[in-house]
């Protein structure tokens, strides 16, 4: 079993930044694929971006573009996920997830950080 715990959300007036950290400890945390899912209300939770445990590699998610991007800490078991140039509906609560390798489905992460809240104001 892995836990998660993610920090940094909050409000933010469009075009600001925010960065999100995820930490991660338990069992061989660092081998394993962290992810991260949002979820605004009303609507299915969405690929944000992960990173690979094996080689470090990073897939992003259409709604990145460009403006988000994800680093991961190995030794520490923990990553992050730099948000620049927000907007209004990048609104949602941001979830961590943890799995074995890489996947844009959200049924593929057997553990969940309990989300940190994101809100863009116009």
């Known amino acids: 079993q892995v836990q998660l715990v993610e920090s940094g959300g909050g409000l933010v007036q469009a075009g600001e930044s925010l960065r999100l950290s995820c930490a991660a400890s338990?069992?061989?945390?660092?081998?394993?694929?962290m992810a991260w899912f949002r979820q605004a209300p009303g609507k299915e939770r969405e690929f944000v971006g992960a990173?690979?445990?094996?080689?470090?590699?990073?897939y992003y998610g259409a709604t990145a573009n460009g403006r988000f991007t994800i680093a991961r800490d190995g030794a520490k078991n923990t990553n992050s996920l730099q948000m620049d140039s927000l907007k209004p509906e990048d609104t949602a609560v941001y979830y961590c997830a943890v799995g074995v390798g890489v996947s844009y489905n959200p049924t593929h992460y057997p553990n969940w950080g309990q989300g940190t809240q994101v809100t863009v104001s116009s």
């Open positions: 338990g069992r061989t945390a660092s081998r394993y694929a």
């Open positions: 990173v690979s445990g094996d080689d470090g590699s990073t």
